[in-house]
């Protein structure tokens, strides 16, 4: 039997909440303040009808909407979901004891910059290959047509990529490909089900010629990448400094998004910082982040990957800049005790489940500034905890919507002891 559910929030993955008497549940592609007729399996709602639609309803751009999922919240109007963002920040450092937390307004990023995409192919019985995000919560491919997040020119090569991938031996029944727009062009790493033969070696090579791909990578599961075809030099720019990108190297979503985060972390460190001053970047990357600190001081950058390490000493050393690239495991080995007593700031960005050990030795050692980038509300608020019963306060706190349409929230938080 559908029940009548008045919505009344949206939760943390971008479903409508509603309350009843068996408790919450959550309701997709409901807004707040609409009432539906819906029908009720265990916590979540299937809409049948709306009885009464939210002012703020707007038209999905994405005829991919709402069976994509990518995107969850295109049918939202502009300002309550960027409100709806930023309470996100507000709320996750509200729980770590952050109250009155100066939490900015949320940087929003325009459609069609995303930067990576990281899809899912599949084989279809008769042969064709298709490509595209999954549907939430599910392994079902939709085929992408089009997108609204991603770079035209990213969605441009999925028709040739489909068509080359169809006679792919090394492609049984399902894979990914992750593709980086890099200064150089698209840099493509494909994983499949089945080694790569000779001839599907020839068709990338042709595929990369063709389509101007400067490199296409393979990796069988679990394995190292390999250039499977190569035309031309990979290159990329961070903050003006140019890098050689291993293939599927992790950058940041989008370029206005990776400004915004490099703003924000700039204006999160103290105004006065001596010339020489020491600065830690943790979980470096690239050096997305490490590369513009190198302005504001002497810049250890620690990362686990070792091709991101050299890749980064390799740039750092040829522009003459100040970052010194580490290669180290900040898991099993995280900075701790008197190897932080000398860093005037420490930077940290890590993957989404956060750094919990990491941060509470950053907080026994009282490092002055700590400047946290994190991609997940929920592991912040429970790392910033520590910083709180630490006795550190919030200088800035910064939203950005780096993912666009999407529940996730990436922000850039100052903390410090001063
Ligand atoms: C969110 S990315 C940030 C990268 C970089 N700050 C940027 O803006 O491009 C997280 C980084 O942490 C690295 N990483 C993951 N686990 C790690 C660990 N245990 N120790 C050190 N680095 C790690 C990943 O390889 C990745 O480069």
């Known amino acids: 039997m559908p029940e009548t559910l008045e919505i009344t929030a949206i939760g943390a993955g971008g479903d409508g909440i509603a309350h009843t008497a068996a408790g919450s549940v959550f309701v997709p592609q409901a807004l707040p303040g609409e009432r539906v007729h819906a029908r009720i399996a265990g916590q979540r709602a299937q809409v049948e009808e709306w009885l009464s639609e939210s002012p703020d309803r707007i038209a999905p751009p994405c005829t991919h909407f709402p069976a994509c999922g990518g995107c969850v919240l295109q049918h939202w109007a502009p300002a309550p979901y960027a409100e709806w963002k930023r309470a996100r920040l507000v709320e996750a450092l509200a729980r770590a004891g952050f ?38 919560g599910t392994t079902a491919l939709v085929p992408m047509r089009e997108c609204h997040v991603l770079l035209p020119s990213l969605v441009a090569l999925l028709p040739p990529l489909a068509e080359a991938l169809r006679g792919l031996e090394g492609l049984r029944r399902l894979g990914s490909a992750v593709i980086n727009m890099l200064a150089s062009g698209p840099d493509i790493l494909l994983r499949t089900d089945a080694p790569l033969t000779m001839p599907d070696r020839r068709a990338l090579a042709a595929l990369a010629q063709s389509a101007g791909i400067p490199r296409i990578a393979w990796a069988g599961k679990g394995a190292r990448a390999e250039v499977a075809a190569q035309f031309g030099p990979v290159r990329h720019m961070l903050s003006g400094v140019e890098l050689v990108p291993t293939p599927g190297a992790f950058l940041q979503a989008s370029v206005p998004g990776e400004a915004a985060i490099i703003t924000a972390m700039l204006e999160g460190l103290p105004r ?48 003459g800049i ?9 898991d099993r080995q995280p900075l701790a005790g008197p190897e932080l007593k000398g860093y005037a700031a420490v930077v940290l960005d890590p993957p989404y489940a956060g750094a919990a050990e990491q941060v509470g030795l ?4 009282r490092v002055p500034t700590i400047v946290y980038v994190s991609c997940n509300p929920v592991a912040l608020a429970k790392d910033a905890k520590a910083l709180h019963a630490a006795g550190y306060r919030i200088v800035a706190a910064t939203p950005v919507d780096q993912f666009l349409w999407s529940p996730h929230l990436e922000s850039v938080v100052a903390f410090t002891r001063g």
């Not at 990576?116 to 490509?131: C, F």
């Not at 830690?280 to 991101?308: K, M, Q």
């Not at 100040?322 to 900040?330: H, S, T």
């Open 322 to 330: 100040r970052v010194q690239a580490v290669k180290r495991d900040l």
């Open 272 to 319: 006065k910082l001596p010339p020489r001053a020491a600065i830690a970047d943790l979980y470096a990357g690239l050096g997305t982040l490490s590369i513009p600190l190198a302005a504001r001081g002497r810049v250890t950058a620690f990362e686990s990957v070792p091709e991101a390490v050299t890749a980064l000493a390799a740039a750092a050393g040829k522009a």
């Open 99 to 136: 109250a009155d937390a100066p939490v900015a307004p949320l940087v929003t990023t325009p459609p069609a910059s995303r930067q990576r995409a990281d899809l899912g192919l599949e084989r279809l019985p008769d042969g064709r290959v298709q490509i595209g995000f999954h549907q939430r």
């Open 362 to 365: 950053l907080a026994q050692a």
